[in-house]
């Protein structure tokens, strides 16, 4: 059975916890990193990320 996808917990995450760009990667051993997919920015920016220019909300 599939895992659940991990916690988007903006406590870690900043911004980009509600983001439409960030997705979870989750390594063999279980470690989970979140990937930036917005083309022009770094793919795995420090977090948590407190303002960024390609911040786009989730909708609702
Ligand atoms: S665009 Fe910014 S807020 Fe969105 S996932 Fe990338 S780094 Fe996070």
Redesign the pocket.
């Known amino acids: 059975m599939k895992p659940p996808p991990p916690i988007r917990d903006p406590r870690l995450l900043g911004?980009?916890a509600t983001?439409v760009?960030?997705r979870p990667v989750v390594s063999a051993k279980g470690s989970v990193f979140w990937l930036?997919r917005?083309p022009t920015?770094p793919k795995y920016?420090p977090l948590p990320?407190r303002r960024?220019p390609?911040?786009a909300p989730e909708a609702e």
């Open positions: 911004l980009c983001c760009h960030v930036c917005e920015l920016p990320v960024c390609g911040f």
